[in-house]
């Protein structure tokens, strides 16, 4: 009878779990080492506790949705392991979903600890072996043996799946510790920035605005002559903007960032529903048809009053003053900013603070059909460590579901004896 192969995950987050589980389902010994007690602490955090787990879009959107580069690698595990396939996947693990109108899916529960125990549960039925409070120091490889050192002794393996993630809340045991193990094996990283993160501008005054939400903002950006906008929750914070219109903008912005002398201007829609000219009518008549009113309570219709009175004050009139009583200069600039006020951007929060990390393990050095080391044999990648990164709305757990799935299901069947 052939032996089993004998596979070692480092890092059970949603990755290594379902690395773990494929490899596990293919007839594999698997091992899995955690640095902290507890699998998963990230996941438990996700979607604010809800778990945004993946989006309902076709394969071939999501390949759209990440660009040329991480597209083209990401192609091949999307179509083998979809948004679709994910949805069985937890319906067979007894985990009942939702999908929201935007496409967002969450656990009907809308408890992240949910899809968490799904993972965890599918794995232990499998005979997968948690190692727990063991953080993998060092990874050696000896003919065909990987020794991976950890504080309480080394663990053998065949094959290796590192699921380390990135370098984002590292209290949830993400220390780039899965760079330094590629590094060590020749590995290139592409530099990491801070995704989906806060803003910080340059002007101060968001931080007179600091803890107030508005519900839909269009956000809009001119990088390289191309126009970029993002929608959505925006709230202001001493420093600048957060927000899930905020964190996806940033996607776009942290490459350019930081910009301390050349600061990124951006501008921020609070009618993002109406086309301009449809916003100025509607404005016009408001002011026209309500001289009386006072003008803060007329750009209620729009912003928060909050927003309201810092928008007065910018332009330079008296909140409490009617429409009616509205110079030229003050009504034009109030129809200005309520459309696009601007802000300059000068940098992203830190990494530490971001909802994920961009850069990782160079792709280049991965073969996308089976996320393993095209420079060493018998070592594979999973997740948020490798070089892509995806916007708000589940994408980013649906590639730790189809990278991993790939990788547990490559290492076993790379199995010869
Ligand atoms: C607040 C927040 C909310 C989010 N919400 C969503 C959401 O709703 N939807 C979405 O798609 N994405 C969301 N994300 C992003 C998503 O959580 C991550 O992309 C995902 O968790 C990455 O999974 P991973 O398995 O690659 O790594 P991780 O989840 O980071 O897991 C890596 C594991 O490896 C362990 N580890 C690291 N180094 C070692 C070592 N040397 N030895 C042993 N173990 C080690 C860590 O302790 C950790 O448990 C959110 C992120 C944050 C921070």
Redesign the pocket.
């Known amino acids: 009878m052939p032996m089993k192969t004998e596979i070692c995950i480092?890092?059970?987050?949603?990755?290594?779990l379902t690395a773990a589980i494929f490899a596990a389902q293919g007839g594999a010994h698997v091992n899995i080492?955690?640095?902290?007690t507890t699998?998963?602490?990230?996941?438990m955090?996700?979607?604010a506790g809800r778990?945004?787990l993946t989006h309902n879009a076709s394969p071939a959107e999501l390949v759209r949705t990440f660009g040329a580069a991480q597209g083209r690698f990401l192609s091949y595990c999307f179509y083998k392991f979809s948004p679709q396939d994910v949805l069985k996947f937890f319906a067979s693990a007894g985990l009942q979903t939702r999908t929201e109108q935007d496409g967002c899916v969450f656990p009907a529960s809308d408890r992240a600890g949910d899809v968490r125990d799904a993972l965890l549960n599918r794995a232990k039925r499998l005979g997968v072996n948690f190692l727990y409070d063991?953080?993998?120091g060092k990874i050696t490889k000896q003919a065909d043996t990987f020794l991976i050192h950890t504080p309480k002794g080394p663990v053998r393996a065949e094959k290796v799946i590192i699921?380390?993630?990135?370098l984002?809340?590292p209290k949830?045991?993400?220390?780039g510790?899965?760079y330094r193990f590629a590094r060590s094996f020749g590995h290139k990283i592409s530099q990491t920035k801070a995704s989906l993160v806060p803003l910080v501008s340059l002007e101060d005054w968001p931080g007179q605005l600091a803890g107030t939400p508005v519900e839909n903002v269009r956000i809009s950006a001119r990088i390289n002559n191309k126009k970029i906008a993002t929608a959505g929750a925006l709230i202001f914070t001493d420093d600048g903007i957060g927000g899930p219109g905020v964190l996806d903008m940033s996607r776009h912005l942290t490459d350019y960032l930081p910009a301390e002398k050349t600061p990124i201007e951006i501008t921020l829609d609070f009618a993002a529903d109406a086309e301009q000219s449809a916003f100025d009518k509607e404005m016009t008549e408001l002011l026209n048809n309500n001289p009386k009113k006072k003008i803060v309570n007329i750009l209620a219709e729009f912003v928060p009053k909050r927003i309201g009175i810092f928008l007065c004050k910018r332009a330079g009139c008296d909140d409490e003053l009617a429409a009616g009583q509205l110079t030229k200069d003050a009504r034009k600039r109030l129809i200005a900013d309520v459309k696009a006020l601007p802000l300059s951007i000068v940098r992203t929060r830190e990494i530490a603070e971001a909802?994920?990390t961009r850069g990782g393990v160079s792709l280049k050095e991965i073969e996308p059909k089976t996320m393993e080391s095209k420079i060493c044999p018998g070592l594979f990648f999973a997740?948020?460590?490798l070089d892509v990164d995806g916007p708000c709305g589940?994408?980013?757990?649906?590639i730790?579901f189809s990278t991993g799935a790939l990788a547990g299901s490559a290492a076993v069947q790379k199995h010869t004896s």
């Open positions: 480092i890092g059970a987050g949603p990755a290594g080492i955690e640095s902290n699998p998963g602490r990230k996941l955090l996700t979607g778990c945004n063991k953080r993998a699921a380390t993630g990135g984002s809340w949830t045991g993400c220390t510790d899965g909802t994920v997740g948020e460590v589940g994408y980013n757990l649906q730790c």
